[in-house]
């Protein structure tokens, strides 16, 4: 089994695999999984890569899920590491790069982390399978659902765009609307669970998101030749993407693929809600929830993240920073990108674009420095919501 | 230089690369790109493939552009080819698979062939590009243009939905509703095009957009480990996608990499226009405009294919067929793979798996064979136009 272990984040304390778990039943943190990295190593080999399938299951040896008939697979993964150079050149930088995200099944980043998840929900023997959503991981989680054959419900805010309601039935999925933001949505979410007995795929909830979004951290290195960049620049709603590739690295080193050399980690919030921008600026190690939460940018509409504790680590830990944008920047931001390179970005891609100009503005990001942003889904499945601002 | 000559496909006149070409200046006739394949032969070889770049110029030998450099390129191509059990089983056949398009930039298989367009326009010195679109191709014409710092001008029917607009124009494009179906817009658009020396770029008008589409030939032959399947269903509008398969495997067979085996090939049309079903059910070598076209799968309602006598002559020579749906039908087939398979599909796609039921149920397909179903687009850019469908 390649998931030798899992272990809190916050009390470290340990659980076996291959059954269901949820938060540490010690001290309610996320759990890791920990793998037997050395073993890993001896297969998982720079070279080894090239001739392995073109998406995030190429890193098989550091994920859930043993069996590869196990694996829920639409393609997820792999997605390419754009060069950026006219968005630079209007920015007055020499190497940003875009990691897209948007070619991913159901449009977006949360395939990856749900591709992991559902997976293992259904290997460990789960007939239903449920979470709260801003829209994309409920889609996700209907998606590998149906292809597994598992019944899933998925909880959004009330005012989400109807294009998600017809997507997520579309698979299958029960889908229920909730008063208020995707906070009220997990409340309602979590309870049903627990009467249900459906397994809770909630961010950060289960062990197994996080994996599959990690590898996104994988792929910067691979596409990279082994190096990471100076500068990652993540849309942070939950941060499970942010908290993964943090992970990675930290894998990937103690496998001998990379160096101690670690990016500048900086999470992009909206100003509408930026819990890490304010608790990274106060040097609090958590984020109290966010009061009044609003922007268009729905996945960034989390007004309190459970790993809010990991991500502030990380981006202390990297010497990076929490930065917001409003939401004029964010439109302005994901005009620019769409102008100077042809991407159609979702707006949370967007507000990295305009976190960029922001920073260097500040001189936070030096013109020769190596400049990763992140889009993490398709502008197509927000344009009900944006078009209104544009 | 990659391209030898350029060979008319009816009189066979040959015409210099390195200029600007479109139709055979003596029989109107679209052009092929014809390529020195010996060559090629030597470095396209199966075992050096697993190492390339993700994307269709991992086929490059055989693709215009010699200068990397000038590639203007989003990651287009090397889609994933899916398995479909669940959707095998709900249709009685063992092998489905689903080469699914969604994930290309801009969201469709338009990005192969206008990433080669636009890159050989640009090499060639063209300052502008135009084209007709029902949405898809317009939009991918603007991204890469964006790409090459191009101008770019798109002519659309004035039903377009309203999401490719906004796309369009985010890139930077000119766009023009037209009066009427792609026709009319496209003899708006070469009007335009003569008057002020744009690039033309209409569907086989000129010669690079089928050289990106034939790499869907490239990738099903790889991916199936070097064999073709024994039926691709392929939602013909334009035909580019079904004639550059041929054209890929004449070559991938004179390269010595595939044998003289064929897959059947089937040609996917609406029923409110469908002039090559009608055009092969008489037998006829090539088909007449059709009257009053319509359909809600955009992409098919095209009614007079500039290469109608090279789809009907695949269609033939493979001993494949065209087959018709209704708009039902196509709806039902877009929620079938939704359910079956988690994928969300464009309405081109849904007329594909609807015209396997009807092959199935007509015994034109063998339990037993492997079937490739071709989903050319993602679902979210439909929305507005399916939805009161559903």
Tied chains: 1, 2.
Excluded at 59 to 86: C, I, K, M, N, Q
Excluded at 186 to 193: D, E, F, I, S, T
Aim: charge should be neutral; hydrophobic fraction near 40%; proline fraction near 5%.
């Amino acid at each position: 089994m390649s998931v030798l272990r899992l272990e809190c984040t916050k009390c470290e304390q340990t659980f076996a695999p291959g059954k269901v778990w949820n938060l540490c039943t010690a001290c309610q943190a996320p759990l890791f999984a920990r793998y037997d990295l050395e073993r890993a190593a001896r297969t998982l080999r720079k070279e080894a890569l090239p001739g392995r399938e073109r998406s995030m299951w190429r890193y098989h040896e550091v994920l859930p899920v043993d069996d590869p008939a196990h694996r829920l697979s639409l393609g997820e993964g792999f997605t390419p590491l754009l060069s950026a150079p006219r968005l630079g050149s209007w920015l007055g930088l020499q190497r940003v790069l875009v990691k897209d995200e948007s070619g991913n099944p159901t449009g977006s980043f949360k395939a990856r982390g749900l591709s992991a998840a559902v997976s293992m929900a259904k290997a460990l023997g789960a007939k239903a399978v449920c979470l709260p959503s801003a829209g994309n991981a409920g889609s996700a989680l209907a998606a590998y659902a149906a292809r597994g054959g598992l019944e899933a419900h998925v909880f959004v805010p009330k005012d989400i765009a109807s294009l998600f309601l017809m997507e997520t039935r579309a698979y299958g999925a029960h889908v229920e609307t909730v008063e208020g933001l995707i906070s009220d949505a997990g409340r309602v979410c979590a309870g049903l669970a627990k009467e249900h007995g459906w397994y809770e795929c909630a961010t950060l909830k289960e062990p197994y998101r996080v994996e599959g979004k990690k590898t996104m951290g994988y792929e910067l290195a691979e596409q990279l030749g082994w190096t990471l960049p100076d500068v990652i620049l993540y849309p942070t709603g939950g941060g499970t993407g942010l908290i993964g590739m943090w992970k990675a690295f930290e894998e990937m080193e103690a496998m001998g693929l990379i160096g101690a050399k670690r990016p500048r980690m900086v999470a992009v919030q909206a100003e509408g809600c930026a819990p890490i921008v304010k608790a990274h600026a106060e040097g609090k190690p958590d984020a109290p929830m966010w009061q009044g939460a609003t922007t268009h940018a729905h996945g960034l509409r989390v007004p309190k993240a459970l790993g809010d504790f990991l991500i502030l680590r990380a981006v202390k830990d990297s010497h990076g920073t929490a930065v917001s944008v409003t939401e004029e920047e964010i439109v302005q931001g994901t005009k620019d990108i769409a102008a100077a390179e042809g991407l159609f970005v979702a707006p949370e891609g967007g507000a990295c674009v305009a976190a960029l100009k922001k920073l260097h503005a500040a001189g936070d990001v030096k013109p020769e420095e190596t400049v990763v942003v992140f889009n993490t889904g398709t502008g197509f499945k927000y344009v009900e919501n944006m078009a209104p601002l544009w």
